[in-house]
């Protein structure tokens, strides 16, 4: 799974991405990520656990205010 968002701050954007091994990140980082022309730099932050998920914000209830 890969989600990309465009972000404010330092980063331009943030790719989040599960993967089943570090095998597969460094796969994933090194052919396909860094492999993208503009992209000269990128920095990585690992989940190590969930604390807590309530799941998808209820974007749909703010729609009908």
């Known amino acids: ?3 990309c968002y465009v972000v404010s701050g330092e ?6 991405a599960a993967v089943p091994s570090l095998g597969s ?3 994933l980082l ?8 503009p ?7 690992f989940a190590i656990r969930t ?5 998808p914000l209820p ?3 703010l729609r009908s205010l």
């Open 51 to 55: 604390v807590i998920s309530r799941g």
């Open 11 to 16: 980063a331009d954007f943030l790719v989040e």
């Open 25 to 27: 990140y460094e796969a």
């Open 30 to 37: 090194l052919d396909q990520v860094l492999a993208i022309g």
């Open 1 to 3: 799974m890969v989600a």
């Open 39 to 45: 992209v000269t730099d990128a920095r990585s932050t």
């Open 59 to 61: 974007l749909d209830q």
